[in-house]
């Protein structure tokens, strides 16, 4: 089975705070993800990946960075967190394309609370 | 560009009711459509997948979806809802690029 794994379930942090949110798969997929879930919105994509080092900026990227130094890991960072950021976050996996469709296999996601 | 729609919120239904769970979209080219689940606490996972083959698809825990492209619809169904079936659902589109485009889920309630 294919595992994505979200090293935090819950951070609490404070306004103006550096957070780190860190996502791991061992399934050798090329495409990484990062999602915010909010309740009536559904999942909106921050940024992806589809290869080491490469990163694309998904549909709300403003306030956020990513980095991608091996093919297993892929790291959200809120630069200077703010209270409109406090959310559900999750990371999903992806094989390469053309396969039916970008089927996303998703870690248990993070939820972060911003004080 | 693509869209998806999700008809209602909240749907709550009876142990061994029939589900149905509504999800329409749009796209200029022949979609891949997906239906994930997610439980408390947890992750979004497949349920099912469309992807141009058979039109009625079936799915995990007795789930299935019909891709009827003259209605845009690719409505999740069961037959008879069983309590652990209580979860948001989320219907999905992708044209075949990076970018999936959720819908805003639709949570289920079974009472017992």
């Known amino acids: 089975d294919v595992k994505v794994t979200q090293s935090s379930r819950y951070l609490v942090k404070r306004t103006g705070e550096k957070v780190f949110l860190e996502c791991v798969q061992d399934?050798?997929?090329?495409?990484m993800f990062w999602y915010r879930q909010d309740p009536g919105l559904g999942l909106r994509l921050i940024y992806f990946?589809?290869?080491?080092?490469?990163?694309e900026k998904g549909d709300i990227p403003e306030g956020y960075s990513v980095s991608r130094e091996k093919k297993e890991r892929f790291s959200l960072i809120l630069e200077s967190a703010s209270t409109n950021q406090t959310s559900m976050y999750l990371c999903?996996?992806?094989?390469?394309?053309?396969?039916?469709?970008?089927?996303?296999?998703f870690g248990a996601g993070t939820r972060l609370s911003v004080l | 560009a693509q869209s998806v729609t999700q008809l209602g919120s909240h749907v709550s239904v009876s142990e061994g009711a029939l589900v149905l769970l509504r999800c329409n979209y749009s796209s200029s080219v022949p979609p891949y459509l997906f239906w994930y689940v997610q439980y408390p606490n947890q992750g979004l996972q497949l349920l099912l997948k469309y992807t141009s083959a058979a039109t009625l698809v079936k799915g995990i825990n007795g789930f299935e979806a019909e891709f009827k492209k003259s209605e845009t619809s690719f409505h999740l169904t069961k037959p008879s809802a069983h309590m652990s079936d209580a979860a948001e659902y989320f219907c999905?589109?992708?044209?075949?690029?990076?970018?999936?485009?959720f819908g805003a889920g639709t949570r289920l309630f079974v009472k017992a």
């Open positions: 999903a996996s992806s094989p390469m394309l053309y396969r039916d469709g970008n089927i996303q296999y």
């Open positions: 399934m050798d997929h090329e495409n």
């Open positions: 999905a589109v992708n044209t075949g690029g990076f970018k999936t485009i």
């Open positions: 990946s589809y290869d080491v080092k490469m990163k």
